[in-house]
């Protein structure tokens, strides 16, 4: 059965994760063409910024018809400005607002958004009741499992919510004290599940290979996955998954070629989409998470960290392929030793880092 979030059908139960700097319309257009994906969100959006149409929100939201469907997540602490930012969504034609009630980061913490709603369930449940009445579209909201091990919040959060009117609800299996350190608790995941009556819950964290959604979804009883860092350097993740969860069968892995046709790409539409000169500096550590997948890639590194004009990019991929020979056996064939394997938990991928009281 179709996974459906109040009015919106999903082709898959499988969802891009929100993440800021990564989810723009050049990545989700790569992501969808890629397949498996039933729905992307965007990027965290401040309500007031948008209501007052700053430059960074609008390109936040910069959608396009083939962009679909599509969740805009904001965030805020004042019911009223959020209530008005997605009203001016629902105008535009976005198909879900998203709420988000997990981001750790100071910046946002301290307004009382993000992660700081964990801490307060009727203020976060009105604030949730005042956007669901001001729109038709659905509205979800993204939380994670509380503010730290004692304040473990989101079961009672999530069957607040549900009663506020909220469509679905995504759980990162994490506390905000967590930060992105140590594993997700599929357990904390569970006791979400089964403290809702009947809206879908999306599980998240830490869903890396097509095994580990089947894990999510097997242990947690959730109707949806959401894929965060995964899609970073395997853009494929959802349709591998997807295949998966249909036939039990591994897709094989793309080849080197396949990546760097499709990281090719993926920079052709930053350019389109942001202009060359920044498209190629934002680039740059895109880029690095792809070469997490292609083996040895020191010579890529060193190269790629460079790139001003899209005209670098083959002479820098020709001079690795060169390079990279060094490691294939007579086939063609990275040698044993050398061929990367599934992670089995995240590489390192620029988080927000420190004592969490310092975010
Ligand atoms: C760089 C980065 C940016 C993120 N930005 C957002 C965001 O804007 N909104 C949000 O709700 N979560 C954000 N997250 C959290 C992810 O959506 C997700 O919950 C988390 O990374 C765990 O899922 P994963 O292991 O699949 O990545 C971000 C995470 C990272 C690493």
Not at 23 to 42: A, D, H, K, Q, S
Not at 119 to 134: F, I, M, N
Not at 151 to 170: C, D, K, N, Y
Not at 177 to 205: C, E, K, M
Request: hydrophobic share 45%; glycine share 8%.
């Amino acid at each position: 059965m179709p996974l459906r979030i109040g009015s919106v059908t999903l082709s898959s139960n499988l969802c891009l994760a929100p993440l800021a700097g990564y989810t723009n319309l050049p990545f989700r257009r790569l992501i969808r063409e890629l397949g498996g994906v039933g729905l992307c969100t965007t990027d965290l959006v401040n309500a007031r910024s948008l209501l007052e149409g700053r430059a960074k929100a609008l390109e936040l939201i910069a959608s396009a018809p083939w962009d679909r469907p599509l969740a805009v997540q904001l965030y805020g602490s004042n019911p009223a400005e959020l209530a008005a930012a997605a009203q001016r969504l629902a105008d535009r034609g976005v198909d879900i607002v998203d709420l988000n009630m997990g981001c750790p980061v100071r910046k946002v913490c301290r307004t009382g958004s993000g992660a700081a709603l964990l801490r307060d369930v009727q203020r976060a449940a009105d604030l949730v009741y005042q956007v669901v009445q001001a729109v038709r579209i659905p509205v979800t909201c993204k939380m994670r499992l509380g503010w730290d091990d004692t304040h473990i919040t989101a079961p009672e959060l999530a069957r607040a919510f549900e009663q506020a009117g909220v469509a679905a609800i995504t759980i990162h299996g994490r506390t905000r004290q967590q930060g992105f350190t140590g594993t997700v608790n599929l357990d904390g995941i569970r006791a979400v599940v089964q403290a809702v009556r009947a809206i879908p819950i999306i599980g998240n964290g830490d869903v890396t290979t097509p095994q580990a959604a089947k894990t999510m979804f097997d242990r947690t009883g959730c109707a949806a996955v959401s894929i965060g860092r995964g899609a970073f350097y395997n853009p494929w993740i959802f349709q591998q998954t997807q295949h998966y969860l249909e036939t039990g069968e591994l897709l094989p892995e793309p080849t080197l070629e396949d990546r760097l046709t499709v990281m090719t790409r993926h920079l052709d539409y930053m350019i389109e989409f942001f202009g060359e000169a920044r498209a190629c500096r934002m680039f740059r550590k895109i880029a690095l998470q792809y070469a997490t997948r292609f083996g040895p890639a020191a010579e890529f590194r060193r190269r790629i960290v460079t790139l001003e004009r899209r005209d670098q990019l083959p002479e820098i991929l020709d001079a690795y392929r060169h390079w990279r020979a060094q490691f294939l056996d007579e086939a063609g064939n990275l040698l044993p030793a050398y061929a990367p394997r599934p992670f089995a938990a995240h590489p390192a991928i620029p988080v927000p880092a420190g004592p969490v009281e310092r975010w």
